[in-house]
């Protein structure tokens, strides 16, 4: 459980970030890049070349130019900085994929449904458009996302939000439905079109951008929709779309909560603002952020200062409960978040005084948090990336604390290394940088776009607007992607002395031809092994500890410790039993076994097959009648061992309960 959340700083070397390449791709005056969660801005394609587009305004001093900027990088060279749109229209929101054997394609908000645009060659040539409206009734379609998959990522996957306008809320706007939309012809025909995807714990609905696909696997599709007003649900389709499956990984404490109307205590929330991606076992890997609020009559409260957490789900994990406390990064009893397993960031202590020492003053995004935006990738190798935004220590302009761009990875989501600040760097010393975004794609890089200007938050109407970079950057994962998990399995745990064990190595790292083992076996000859797979030999009885640790040479490592994982009994006298004064019956049974001594017995022991002791009594006279009711063990193989003097006995017990 996490206690301190600000004391120390991780440092496990898990995957080597170092120098990053950045290039300015586009300008805006227009600071708000997203409200909840970070549509998919930018596509790192495998030839190498890479498309970018975010929201963009040229006009200090007015936001009725909202547009959708565009760069593209060709191999060698990005483009000019965009000044012009590629939308007819007033449009925010894009989201980009691959479209086809070579194309791109972008959805985004405009002012009559969604404008899609597209072309079949990257980076050259017009873009093609077409308006998608809303069904009849939906007065307004947004919140575009936008997939690709099938050959040739010909197959085009649209997700939206419609608000239901028979929901009126005076504080907030979760009233939406989720559509979903498919086409294998680039529009032309839709063989789903407007599809509500029934969601069953949903609340009233979903709040703008609450909603973040993953780039699709073979036929998996997969989202995360949700905020602080709502549960947080995957839903998820293993057929291409065709049905849908929910798992609900936060149940939010307060369902159908009305902020200034619903009365709350102070509660622990996802605030929206979530990444989701799949990995090659096409299972969903999840992070958001967390927020800290409450409500009541005429009243909503937000606690930036208290909130700073990004969490990671997988779906070989439990959910989250609706208990306050159950997203609590701050080492509640009630709390459901391990440190470095499911809770993986928070702001660092970087000048090592055991505080956070900030201003406490910094800008807001609407997304609330101190550490908020993840963005998460996994490569081919299934090393899990995520990068995020969090106001840091040290860096402010004496008014206000900035915010850098953090990034932490991991070899399967269960032990994260070290904390990386991707802007910690003197040309960004006194600028807030938000908004990271990573390619799905990872080659020997790390490839995101993000935003800075010298201003935190965002700047309150009337003021004169600041203008914003947008940048592109790439980190280097200098080396390989150094990771390495320990694990190994006993063909038997429990065996007698002079008896030999085989042992599998389960160990897993990257690259998997630098790993190095090093075997302890307590108790055992050898005592120690570098061997991959070794058989080892115990020839005292006891119970002893096997260590396993694996490691990339010097660079980095991981520990396995099993304690009393080998149970060695004594060599054994075996006869019929009658002859030694032991008498079995029934054997095999189907529940209760009697067992009759005819001398005395110092201890009784049964064990079972993984060498737990099952049942015991000590100091049975000659003639002793041992009832032992095994009704409520379960059906297998058991070992009746008793100590005689100077002798152990050890029989065999079958037990059948069907």
Known sequence: MKKLIYLFLLVIPATYLFSQNEHTIGNTFYDIQTTRSMQDRICHFDDGTIGAVYNMSQNPNAYDDLAIGYNYFDGVYWGPEPFTSITSGIATNPSYSNYGENGEIVASEGQNGLYIN?????????????????????????????????????????????????????????????????????????????????????????????????????????????????????????????????????????????????????????????????????????????????????TIWYSDTLADGVVYWNEDRDVFSNNINALNPQGHPDSELIQD???????????????????????????????????????????????????????????????????????????????????????????????PNLASYVDDYLHLIYMYDSQPGILPWNTEPTLNTITYMKVPLEGPPMSVWADFIADTTLIHAGESIQFTNLSYGYPPDMLEFEWLFEGGNPASSSDTNPVVIYPVAGTYDVTLTSSIQT???????????????????????????????????????????????????????????????????????????MAHFSSGIYYLQIEMGNRHVTKKIILKKD
């Open 118 to 298: 597209y072309r079949t060659e990257k980076g050259t040539g017009n873009w093609q458009e077409m308006i998608f409206p809303g069904p009849a009734g939906c007065t307004k379609l947004y919140s575009p996302q936008l997939v690709t998959s099938g050959a040739d990522n010909h197959i085009i996957h649209l997700f939206a939000l419609c608000k239901d306008q028979s929901i009126q809320l005076d504080y907030q706007d979760n009233i939406a439905k989720v559509l979903y939309s498919r086409t294998s012809d680039g529009g032309a025909t839709w063989d789903i079109l407007h599809y509500e995807i029934p969601i069953t714990s949903g609340s009233f609905g979903f709040s703008e951008l609450s909603l973040i696909t993953a780039q699709p696997k073979a036929n998996v599709l997969a989202f995360v929709i949700g905020d602080y007003f709502t549960n947080l649900l995957l839903l998820k389709s293993i057929d291409g779309g065709d049905t849908w499956q929910e798992t609900m990984i936060w149940e939010h404490p307060y369902p159908n909560m009305e902020f200034g109307t619903t009365v709350t205590d102070t509660f622990w929330a996802n605030t929206g603002s979530m990444d989701i991606a799949i990995d090659s076992e096409l299972k969903a890997n999840v992070v958001f952020s967390l927020c800290h609020i409450s409500s009541q009559v005429l």
């Open 341 to 435: 397993y499911s809770l993986i960031s928070w702001s660092q202590d970087i000048n090592g005084n055991g505080v956070l020492n900030l201003l406490w003053n910094f800008g807001e995004y609407g997304i609330q948090g101190i550490s908020t935006m993840p963005s998460i990738c996994i490569s081919e190798w299934d090393q899990i990336f995520v990068t995020w935004a969090s106001v840091t220590e040290t860096y402010n302009n004496g008014m206000e604390d900035y915010r850098h761009l953090w990034a932490r990875s991991s070899p399967s989501g269960d032990w994260w290394g070290g904390f990386q600040d991707l802007t910690g760097d003197l040309i960004h010393i006194f600028d807030e940088c938000v908004f």
């Open 555 to 629: 660079f980095t490592s991981h520990t396995k410790h099993m304690a009393d994982y080998i149970t060695v009994l004594p060599q054994t006298i075996i006869d019929d039993g009658k002859e030694i004064g032991i008498m079995i019956s029934p054997n095999p049974t189907r529940g209760d076994i009697t067992i009759k001594l005819m001398e005395p017995a110092l201890s009784l022991r049964i064990y079972d097959v993984i060498g737990s002791r099952v049942y015991y009594n000590g100091e049975l006279s000659s003639g002793t009648i041992q009832k032992v009711d």
